[in-house]
Nanobody, 129 residues
Framework: QLQLVESGGGLVQPGGSLRLSCAVS????????LGWFRQAPGQEREGVAF????????KYEGSVKGRYRISRDNTKNTVYLQMINLKPEDTGVYYC??????????????????????WGKGTLVIVSS
């Protein structure tokens, strides 16, 4: 059973940067696909970035490509989300999530909130001047 704990959220001005962390316990990362979802007020939870715990392959949602970077440190059992050039529409609660998956994130991998088995409690990101 995985436990996921997010940290690093906060208030940032438009154009600013933040790095979120997701500390994972209960297992190593190798047998999981991990990702970050965000949920803006009144909106559904959407996936923004995903990473294979085994080979580090990544997948991004269109609006964050070039601005977000997901990475993992298997020695620390931690997944990161580096966000740059933040926009007000990036505001929301960011959740770390995981599902069992061995192997790369190939072209047929379509992550979804309903497919994730493990969730953190979220960290709030507010992008505002």
């Amino acid at each position: 059973q995985l436990q996921l704990v997010e940290s690093g959220g906060g208030l940032v001005q438009p154009g600013g940067s933040l790095r979120l962390s997701c500390a994972v316990s209960g297992s190593t990362l190798d047998d999981y696909a991990l990702g970050w979802f965000r949920q803006a007020p009144g909106q559904e939870r959407e996936g923004v970035a995903f990473i294979s715990g085994s080979d580090g392959g990544t997948k991004y949602e269109g609006s964050v490509k070039g601005r977000y970077r997901i990475s993992r440190d298997n020695t620390k059992n931690t997944v990161y989300l580096q966000m740059i050039n933040l926009k007000p529409e990036d505001t929301g609660v960011y959740y770390c999530a995981a599902e069992e998956r061995r192997g790369p994130l190939n072209a047929f991998y379509e992550p979804s909130a309903s497919g994730m088995a493990y969730w953190g409690k979220g960290t709030l990101v507010i992008v505002s001047s």
